[in-house]
Structure formats: structure tokens, C-alpha cells
């Protein structure tokens, strides 16, 4: 457990910016950071976060952090199921049903939104392709 509490207050300072102890991390819990797992989701956003995050959890902490390449349905399932990985850098909640029962149950906790401004998840195609064929966008 302090694991994930140590990896969910380092995560939550590389989202939101600051330093890990406004978030509530001690030296003494640093120093027992030990080993963390992580999603690196199959997308370019999550795996700068993924990135970032590892990044300040080894320099900053000293913690074994472990990528685990993963995407949004098999992360939950996974969570649902033994617990692992630690920390989920960047979820479509869109995507999959079990994400609110998760929450709900406590197996997961949000601690914000990597995409402060929003993200759109959505098929695109150029312009000049939606005018040729007007089907395509519906």
C-alpha cells in the first residue's frame, strides 16, 4: 500500500505540478518506495507521462520503477483482477464499462486528468476526403 500511495503522490505531482511533499511524501517514505509498476499505454500522451513520471520516481526517489506496456482495456482488467499494475498513467474511461465499478469499489483512485484542457477521442480523416465523400462523416 504505500507503494501505490508513494506512486500515486509522485504521479499526481508530475500531472499537476509541484513538488511530491505537497502531495504528502516523505523522505522516510521515499526511501521506501522499492519496486512500482507502470503503464506505458500504446499512445504518444501516455508514454511522455509514462516517461516523466518514471523519470522523477528513480532520480527523485530511488524507486525500481517497472514499465508495463499495456492499453486501457487490459490495464483495468488486469487492476481488477490481481491489483497490478501500480500506477495507470493515462486511461480512456470511454472505452471500457469496468472503469466505474472500479472506482466505486476503491480499486481505483483518479488522482486528475493528464489532459487538463480535454482530450477528444475520435476517427479522423483531412478535410478534402470528408467533402469527397460526405458518407464518411457520419
Same mark, same amino acid.
Given at each position: ?7 500515486? !503522490?509522485?504521479?499526481?505531482?508530475? /500531472? *499537476?505540478?509541484? %513538488?511530491?511533499?505537497? *502531495?504528502? /511524501?516523505?523522505? /522516510? ?19 511522455? /507521462?509514462? !516517461?516523466?513520471?518514471? *523519470? &522523477? ?14 492499453? @486501457?482495456?487490459?490495464?483495468? %482488467?488486469? &487492476?481488477?483482477? %490481481? ?5 495507470? %498513467? ?11 465499478? &472500479? #472506482?466505486?469499489? +476503491?480499486?481505483?483512485?483518479? #488522482? +486528475? ?23 464518411? @462523416? @457520419?
Amino acid at each position: 500500500m504505500k507503494k501505490y500511495l508513494l506512486g500515486a !503522490a509522485v504521479a499526481a505531482a508530475t /500531472v *499537476f505540478g509541484g %513538488t511530491p511533499a505537497q *502531495f504528502g /511524501v516523505t523522505s /522516510v517514505q521515499a526511501a521506501e518506495c522499492g519496486k512500482v509498476s507502470i503503464t506505458e499505454m500504446d499512445w504518444a500522451s501516455s508514454a511522455v /507521462v509514462t !516517461a516523466v513520471a518514471k *523519470f &522523477l520516481m528513480e532520480q527523485g526517489y530511488g524507486c525500481e520503477v517497472q514499465k508495463v506496456p499495456s492499453s @486501457t482495456v487490459p490495464a483495468l %482488467t488486469s &487492476l481488477a483482477e %490481481t491489483g497490478e499494475p501500480d500506477i495507470l %498513467t493515462e486511461v480512456w474511461a470511454n472505452s471500457t464499462p469496468a472503469y466505474e465499478p &472500479l #472506482l466505486k469499489d +476503491g480499486k481505483l483512485v483518479e #488522482l +486528475g486528468h493528464v489532459l487538463s484542457d480535454g482530450g477528444v477521442e475520435a476517427w479522423w480523416i483531412p478535410a478534402y476526403l470528408a467533402e469527397s465523400n460526405p458518407e464518411l @462523416t @457520419t
